[in-house]
């Protein structure tokens, strides 16, 4: 009886939905199929899920880095950012000094994800990101320098697929900086379209060494490749063809990936790029008809036409890593600085960041300097773990690179002047400048919010719809019923539990949501529950609204992405206040966060329901999400208060927001003499006052220093300490200034000469 009633279902049923679902449903390509199966799905499959678990969040340990990784930060890290004058490498030298070079290669920094037994450091991605986070906050050059043969490149791809061969031969030498590596697959017409890319090899027999030798004639022309001017291997991205079956009955084998010398004869090395007046290695390099051997494509022979997949694998991991540790670095550095020098610079007697419109910016600076870390640390747990998360590294790279921009832009204006004039005592100006190549790189901004993080994660996350899609795609008709029937009657039981707890914990505005703990992160864990479940229900109905359509339809798929998104970094958020003890001193913190990302999550599903492709189910998911209205509200003013407050006064909160960040302690550093002057004026408040008050009692404007120890308002100890604040209140305040020649370079013209016409 239960066959004859499963047989009617799927006769009546699921096959006439399965026919439909074949004419609608488009064709994946190749690079798309290899791109779904690329990494691994974690706790993005519980945000999917409409009711996550929250012991899965729990259960990734508390990111901790070891003793030799603590003392490599503190040790070789630290030194490093003391060899680095930024004004120095990106204004005058256009590169890093020859010593920051030696020290790089000596010490093992482009081999830190290299296994030990081939003389690399070894490290997690929690050791290399904060690596690669101190950098940032000191020279954007050379934390990329760093960066980049540990992230998307040679070693990575060698460790994953590399032969036992080219693994012996080329890591230890990568370690040892014997060999400089940079990976090439952008071209001037394949961007961030790089399934797309011309530069093609084809199967053939050549000259190698004297020998006849099996191998590949291959012509590229790749710009944008960072090391690249500098490198002695080149990891190359190219379509190889076998037009004489030398290898197969397949001609269009597909995306390779090769190892190249670059002093192979035919490899052309351009002249430099300047991006954003960034002095990172960085140029062109082309090839015409270069004959290499087959053995040199990365994984040998057999891993000819897997190069696609074999990036996406190794994107997941490099993304997660890479951006994000740069873009903390920077926001912690901005969180440092800004609030001290918001302490330091007075305007009518009193700080600027006590004033309410600076503090709502320091308390913005400040938030996102937190929740940029508690991204970063999650992210790097979930690698460390041994996942490849193709979609989070894709949410932490786009979010980490926005919030960066973000903080900056806030700290430019709160430094006002400071920040514009160009200068060595100018600490913001070289991560403005680098904003854009942030923004661009390891998958434009743009396509990763509109196409990767939802129409990757909407198919990978979701428990029906791959399993759907393959059924659709499967020849054997039979088979591919049956598979579909279950699929489709498990996604419409799915769909509905969603339905149904999304109406209830709305309706009761989550209270009976389930969370893993009291206290002050309990409405949060219940909040997240709560929209989970909407953001499941609005994902599902889109998706089987809108079918394959959905793929060209960018903006709904964005938003529902930016929603996506925003649930992974409030999990992140409650993460990491919960792997940090849950200090009181960080409560401010967690609720600006909280309260932004809650409110965040109600505007992208609002923005969602006012442009649904279908009007009476976008009207019965309004009632569904809202039957009571938006009822979140961003931060309250008094915990932004809180929030600038932190950075404004020393305290455990302050330096563990900044942790991390290159403070210096040379006489010439900006930060270390803004760390100096910061704590001084500080200092110096209880003398500011006396003198102040004594001097309001004899109707004075001011009392000099010696006339106010004379009359005994002040000791002299107090007066030396009121007198250096304002020393270095006035040093950290100037802006740098230039000779006409200093600037051109060269003999310029002078007032009278331009003004006689002579």
């Known amino acids: 009886m239960v066959n004859f009633f499963l047989s009617l279902r799927r006769n009546l049923i699921s096959r006439p939905v399965l026919k439909r679902v074949r004419r609608v449903l488009p064709p994946l390509s190749e690079t798309e199929e290899q791109a779904l199966h690329a990494g691994t799905v974690g706790w993005e499959a519980e945000l999917f899920s409409g009711k996550p678990n929250w012991q899965y969040l729990h259960d990734l340990p508390k990111p901790r880095l070891t003793e030799e990784e603590q003392a490599f930060l503190e040790g070789p890290t630290e030194t490093l950012c003391g060899l680095l004058n930024d004004w120095e490498i990106n204004h005058e030298r256009k590169d890093l000094p020859l010593e920051a070079w030696q020290f790089i290669k000596n010490n093992g920094f482009w081999g830190m994800i290299i296994p030990k037994a081939y003389g690399g450091l070894e490290f997690s991605a929690l050791a290399h990101s904060s690596v690669i986070g101190k950098l940032a906050s000191r020279s954007v050059t050379a934390a990329v320098t760093v960066m980049v043969p540990n992230s998307l490149g040679p070693s990575e791809l060698l460790l994953l697929y590399g032969t036992e061969e080219q693994k012996s031969h080329y890591l230890p030498r990568l370690a040892r900086g014997e060999e400089l590596p940079c990976f090439a697959m952008t071209g001037p017409t394949a961007g961030s379209d790089a399934a797309s890319m011309p530069d093609s090899g084809v199967v053939c027999y050549g000259d190698y060494q004297g020998k006849r030798t099996l191998g590949m004639r ?25 037009p004489d079956h030398l290898l197969g009955e397949q001609e269009d084998i597909g995306i390779t990936l090769a190892l190249v010398p670059t002093e192979t004869p035919g490899v052309q090395i351009g002249r430099r790029h300047y991006p954003s007046y960034q002095a990172f290695q960085n140029g062109p390099t082309t090839g015409q008809e270069v004959f290499i051997p087959l053995e ?158 939802f129409g990757q994660g909407a198919i990978r996350c979701h428990p029906y719809l791959l399993k759907e899609m393959q059924a659709a795609q499967n020849p054997d008709e039979k088979e591919g019923l049956v598979a579909f029937d279950q699929a489709m009657f498990g996604h419409m039981g799915f769909l509905l539990c969603n339905f149904g707890r999304a109406w209830w914990h709305n309706l009761s505005g989550g209270r009976w949501s389930p969370a893993p703990e009291a206290g002050v992160t309990v409405d949060y864990y219940r909040q997240l529950g709560r929209m989970s479940a909407s953001f499941a229900l609005v994902a599902d109905l889109t998706s089987l609204i809108l079918g394959g359509e959905l793929k060209r339809r960018e903006k709904i798929s964005a938003r529902l992405g930016d929603c996506l998104s925003h649930l992974y970094l409030l999990s992140c958020l409650l993460k990491r206040f919960k792997d940090d003890g849950q200090p009181r001193e960080d409560i401010p913190l967690l609720h600006w966060c909280g309260q932004r990302e809650l409110y965040l999550i109600q505007q992208t599903l609002d923005e969602i329901l006012a442009n649904y492709p279908s009007r009476p189910v976008g009207g019965l998911l309004r009632w569904v999400l809202f039957p009571w ?70 109707g004075l404007k001011s009392l000099s220093l010696e006339e106010a120890v004379s009359r005994g308002v002040i000791s002299e100890v107090e007066a030396k300490l009121a007198e250096k604040a304002e020393k270095l209140t006035w040093e950290i305040i100037t802006v740098d200034d230039f000779t006409p020649e200093e600037l051109s370079g060269e003999q310029v013209l002078r007032r009278e000469q331009i003004l006689s016409g002579g």
């Open 218 to 242: 291959v012509s590229w022309n790749k710009r944008y490749i960072t090391l690249g001017p500098i490198a002695t291997v080149l990891g190359l991205a190219f379509h190889l063809y076998d």
């Open 296 to 453: 040199w494509i990365i994984g040998g022979q057999e891993r000819a036409g897997q190069g696609w997949q074999m990036l996406m694998e190794c994107l997941g991991v490099g993304r997660s890593v890479s951006l994000p540790s740069m873009s903390t670095g920077a926001a912690k550095l901005c969180a440092r600085a800004t609030g001290a020098y918001a302490r330091v610079r007075k305007q009518f007697r009193l700080p600027i960041g006590k004033f309410e419109g600076v503090e709502e910016v320091l308390a913005r600076i400040a938030g996102n300097a937190y929740l940029l870390d508690a991204l970063r640390t999650a992210t790097t747990a979930a690698v460390d773990q041994g996942d490849k998360p193709s979609t989070l590294s894709a949410i932490a790279k786009y979010h980490s690179t926005m919030r960066m921009r973000e903080t900056i832009n806030d700290a430019m204006d709160v430094h006002g002047g400071k920040a514009v004039c160009e200068g060595p005592s100018n600490y913001l100006a070289n991560s403005y400048h680098a904003i854009p190549v942030s923004i661009t790189v390891e998958g434009a901004n743009i396509l990763t919010r509109s196409m990767i993080i």
């Open 629 to 698: 209205g938006r009822r979140f509200g961003k931060p309250s003013d008094d915990v932004g208060r809180q929030c600038a407050a932190l950075l404004l006064s020393p305290s455990s909160s302050r330096d563990r927001l900044t942790a991390g960040v290159f403070l210096g302690s040379r006489e010439k550093d900006p930060i270390a003499r803004l760390e100096e002057a910061f704590k001084t004026v500080i200092a110096a408040d209880e003398a500011n006052k006396k003198l102040r008050r004594a001097a309001k009692e004899r």
